[in-house]
């Protein structure tokens, strides 16, 4: 019954959505009187999908069987944390999170945006529903979470073991409330090309959404580079894997967004561009969905390949983001460009950080999408691996942070490079000390970790230079924000370059009682032992590490799941204040001795340290900014 | 810059983003290359020896395989929940005449003796693959697998998954094929 009641919530839902597309066409078209309904049907609509939701997650954490898509990835064996994350760990499940979080975020416009013409909400939210509509569809007619199964099995199938993880259990709904976030900024930038009213109150309204779903983005995206990178066992973060990509375009394209909205919300400049990142940003999260669901790029993330469900969504695309390029093809021209502003300026800067963030974006939509290019042309498969990435983005990323440095520093509309030669002098000043040591303490490390190490030390510090002069305790809390995520890039670039320049690495085949070296650690192989937990045995071994001082201990396992089979490797890590010691253990030989793979990894938990303190300056940012629009309507309601 | 030339810019995106389309869109239609075929069907299986899985039954070995004579060869364990749902089928080939050897993956005879004492013993021998290598020899990437052995010693086929009753022909069938 269960089940039939999160259909039912589904096929309501899909009515009030199209209900909201009518009411928000009929009202723009000059039905006035409908204007005020369509917030109410955008909060019902929303509290249908989540209720979908629900049920779906009720259905997973009972086991009930007879539900096709439970029996697939469910089993009563596994522990409650799994059960209840099984709901959005398969195909069906997670579309169904998706759609729910294109609800929330349309009842979220509904009921809290104040600033917006009441027309360009209206038409926002109408695109909102056209989305939505579309997605539904795709549930209902193609890939049903609520499917029966009759007869109903014994025993459920399970969830895949990788995914069996904490970390793993809250990637998803994180990751997806910024993919699904950024529909906001899409659905704003429609309506206001609809209403043609694109200017700096649009800018000013759509920050803070931009802001909130960068900030999931961000988290989600620095969760999944450290699950990527303890649970697979492969040593690597970062493995410009398709469906990292997938996430990863979406952000850049979104922090292209979040610094053209600010020069569109101070300046009133750049508004065509700004609309067309909107636009772009939600299109990525919608192709990276897209080109993950398909199936179309082989990748260790997608679940199910089934082509049909592929040209669905395609053909959904086809309807959101061609039309929205054809509507800002043919609206943006009408568009009055707003003021100028001189090359050397605040707003020069930021122009030439989107221009960096759209390049990279580009370089890693063609090195994505270049398999099926090369297939489409040549009939060869073949795939483009991190020496494409590293070589091709690496420089033009920390071209772009260099700018980050001057930017801050820089007066809006125009300003003299003498100025700025002296504002930066210090942070250049410690750069050079940097190369310096660097050269002489280190010598060997390549070209581009050098680079990245001693532009992190000049960023951390220039980050930090807004903040000079300034009475702290009055610095608006956006720019506590700015400054910490800034210093946020220069951690994390911290980290990538010295996990990359510095990074120590042994395989070795070890008897019980035998040792290895790895960096400065020596590494004592004790025993293997099996052992069994909840839902899987594995074989355990453990390892003494000493550099000097109380030695660590290591248990590497090598798991193994009986439902699906499936064998995974957990490493185990040490982290100390200096790095991470990352150890896992892979098949043993007749002669008793044991494969083991050992890392010396320095200062790498720099790199999501880092994305955390994006996040968090995220954060403060969308704080700041709503604090003060407050602050701004009070004062306005006073006069 | 003149206004002309921005308004053609305009449409750029919209432009590669059509080229995105008919890319992809080719790409779906074209028939899919991902689908697995095990690389084994036709060779000769690799070398192996596996020893006693129970000490009443005897293990398996590459010699014992291939003396004339098609044979089943099917990879399960006693944790492995599929296994039990396909007793029956293996139970319908054994009366249909086929002979049916065992490799145990990561098993421990107890639990061994209780799985076939509940769920009927349909094996000649049994050989117990304690670290998976045969089981990864074999190109088998979970339990149950089922492989159908030619009299030569040649892989003919690979179940995967399950067998469920209406698999039973296809694999007799295989058999027969293999005689």
Redesign the interface.
């Known amino acids: 019954m269960t089940a039939e009641l999160g259909l039912a919530a589904l096929w309501l839902a899909a009515a009030l959505a199209l209900l909201q597309l009518a009411l928000a066409a009929m009202a723009l078209a000059g039905r006035e009187e409908l204007l005020n309904g369509v917030r109410p049907v955008a909060v019902v609509q929303a509290v249908l999908a989540l209720l979908a939701f629900a049920v779906l997650i009720r259905l997973f954490v009972v086991v009930d069987l007879s539900v096709e898509l439970v029996a697939l990835n469910d089993a009563s064996t596994k522990p409650l944390l799994y059960r209840f994350a099984g709901a959005w760990g398969n195909h069906e499940g997670s579309m169904l999170m998706w759609v729910a979080i294109l609800g929330l975020s349309g009842a979220c416009v509904a009921l809290l945006e104040r600033r917006l013409p009441e027309r360009t909400l209206v038409a926002t939210l109408g695109t909102q529903a056209a989305i939505g509509l579309g997605f539904y569809a795709f549930l209902l007619f193609a890939s049903n979470p609520f499917q029966r199964l009759v007869p109903a099995p014994?025993?459920g199938q399970g969830l895949n073991p990788l995914l069996q993880d904490p970390g793993l259990a809250f990637h998803p709904p994180t990751l997806y409330l910024g993919y699904v976030g950024l529909s906001i900024a899409f659905s704003f930038a429609c309506g206001a090309l609809l209403t043609r009213q694109v200017d700096a109150a649009l800018a000013r309204a759509m920050r803070p959404w931009v802001l909130g779903a960068w900030v999931f983005l961000t988290l989600g995206i620095t969760a999944g580079s450290y699950w990527a990178y303890y649970e697979l066992g492969w040593g690597g973060w970062w493995f410009w894997d398709p469906v990292e990509n997938a996430s990863l375009m979406p952000w850049l394209a979104a922090t292209a967004l979040l610094h053209s909205v600010a020069v569109l919300a101070t300046r009133d400049s750049l508004r065509?561009w700004t609309v067309?990142l909107a636009?772009?940003a939600f299109?990525m999260s919608m192709?990276g969905t897209?080109l993950v669901r398909?199936?179309?790029l082989?990748s260790v993330h997608a679940f199910a390949?089934d082509?049909r469900r592929?040209?669905f969504i395609?053909v959904l695309?086809?309807l959101y983001?061609?039309g929205a390029?054809?509507l800002?093809?043919a609206r943006?021209?009408t568009v009055q460009e707003g003021r100028t502003f001189e090359p050397v300026s605040r707003e020069g800067s930021l122009v030439a950080n989107n221009l960096l963030l759209s390049a990279i974006l580009g370089i890693v939509l063609v090195g994505t999408?270049y398999p099926?290019?090369a297939?489409?042309v040549t009939g060869e498969?073949l795939s483009v691996g991190p020496p494409y990435f590293n070589a091709a983005a690496g420089p033009l990323a920390l071209l772009l942070v260099t700018i980050m440095v001057a930017g801050p520093l820089l007066r809006w509309r125009r300003d003299r490079l003498a100025a700025l030669g002296r504002r930066v002098a210090l942070p250049a000043g410690l750069a050079l000390a940097a190369l310096i040591a660097l050269l002489v303490a280190a010598p060997g490390v390549r070209l581009l970790p050098l680079l990245g190490l001693v532009l992190a030390a000049g960023v951390a510090l220039g980050s930090l230079a807004p903040l000079w002069g300034r009475n702290l305790r009055r610095t608006p809390m956006f720019t506590w924000g700015m400054v910490i995520g800034h210093l946020g890039v220069a951690v994390a670039l911290a980290g990538m370059a010295s996990e990359s320049a510095f990074t120590r690495e042994t395989l070795v085949a070890l008897a019980p009682g035998q040792t290895a070296q790895v960096g400065p650690w020596r590494i004592r192989f004790d025993a293997v032992e099996p052992i069994a937990g909840p839902n899987w045995?594995a074989l355990e071994a453990t390892l003494q590490a000493d550099r000097g001082g109380a030695p660590l201990l290591l248990k590497p396992q090598a798991r193994?799941f009986?439902?699906?089979?499936?064998?995974t490797s957990e490493a185990a890590i040490a982290t100390r204040w200096d790095g991470q010691l990352y150890t896992v253990i892979g098949?043993?030989d007749e002669a008793g001795r044991w494969q083991l793979r050992l890392w010396w990894k320095p200062f790498v938990t720099l790199i999501w340290l880092g994305g955390a303190l994006i996040a968090v300056g995220g954060v403060l940012s969308l704080l700041g900014r709503v604090r003060r629009e407050r602050r701004a309507a009070e004062r306005l309601a006073w006069l | 810059m003149a206004l002309k030339t921005i308004r053609w810019l305009l449409w750029v995106p919209l432009i590669l983003f059509v080229g995105f389309v008919a890319l992809v869109a080719s790409g779906l239609v074209t028939p899919s290359t991902h689908e697995i075929r095990s690389q084994l069907i036709g060779k000769p299986l690799p070398d192996f020896a596996l020893p006693p899985a129970l000490p009443a039954k005897p293990g398996l070995a590459r010699v014992e395989l291939g003396q004339g004579k098609p044979r089943l060869v099917n990879i399960f364990a006693s944790w492995c929940v599929p296994c039990a749902t396909e007793s029956a089928q293996l139970a319908t080939l054994k009366r249909a005449g086929v002979e049916i050897d065992g490799i145990a993956i990561r098993d421990r005879p107890e639990d061994l003796t209780r799985f076939l004492g509940r769920y009927g013993d349909p094996y000649a021998r049994i050989g117990a693959d304690r670290d998976s290598s045969v089981q990864m020899a074999l190109g088998s990437s979970g339990v149950p697998e089922t492989f159908v052995i030619d009299g030569a010693g040649v892989i003919r086929l690979q179940h995967v998954g399950e067998i469920r009753p209406e698999h039973v022909a296809g694999i007799l069938a295989a058999v027969e094929a293999a005689k």
């Open positions: 014994a025993e065509a067309m636009v772009v299109s192709i897209f398909s199936g179309i082989t390949v082509p592929g040209a395609l695309l086809a983001i061609g390029l054809a800002f093809a943006a021209g999408l099926l290019l297939e489409a498969k045995t193994f009986p439902s699906p089979p499936t064998e098949k043993g």
